[in-house]
């Protein structure tokens, strides 16, 4: 017996069991797969890079999957979340240098690059997020950017909500002290 479908257009709960068109849905999610791999990479060239290797992963499993719109959304973020973090290594964006130092470098990167778009002060948060652990970066993203909610964020990830609160807490407090520092240095 074989799988009912419905087309897209005759669901009203948004549980379609007729996968939408690929194309159509691309183009409805590339700004958030963008906005979530820049965030966390700062280079729009490194998070289009992201995006490409996401929506290519995601076009050769399109068929197989099954499930709402809301789970297939909650997929396409943990692919985008593994993706950026795969790539945030390979970058060896945390690399072993005094933090003052990076924070410095980062900072005058994001601010000369014509791909951001803020301030002195948007441009230190990022400096500091940049030296988190990919993991603890990108939850703080999730989280401080987005505004995700946990219970969203642990499906995505299949990370308990207690695992990720005290991942935001100890990248929050550690955000804090960089940026503390670097304010104490600046103004004093």
Do not use: C
């Not at 933090?99 to 470098?105: A, C, H, M, P």
């Not at 500091?128 to 703080?140: C, D």
């Amino acid at each position: 017996m074989g799988t009912q479908r419905v087309p897209l257009e005759n669901v009203q709960d948004g549980s379609s069991l007729t996968p939408p068109d690929f194309a159509a849905w691309m183009r409805a999610h590339y700004r958030m797969v963008l906005s979530q791999s820049l965030r966390m990479l700062g280079v729009m060239a490194d998070a289009e890079d992201v995006a490409q290797a996401v929506f290519v992963k995601a076009w050769r499993a399109w068929n197989g999957f099954e499930g709402n719109e809301a789970q297939r959304r909650a997929w396409l973020l943990r692919i985008t979340r593994n993706a950026t973090i795969d790539a945030a290594r390979k970058r060896n964006l945390r690399r072993m240098m005094p933090i003052d130092v990076l924070l410095e470098e980062r900072s005058s990167q994001l601010l000369s690059s014509a791909d951001f778009d803020g301030d002195a002060v948007l441009a230190r948060l990022h400096g500091a997020m940049s030296t988190l652990p990919p993991k603890q970066r990108w939850v703080f993203q999730a989280r401080y950017f987005d505004d995700r909610p946990y219970v969203d964020l642990a499906s995505e990830t299949g990370t308990s909500e207690g695992a990720l609160k005290a991942s935001y807490h100890h990248a929050r407090k550690k955000i804090e002290a960089i940026l503390k520092k670097d304010a104490d240095a600046l103004f004093h």
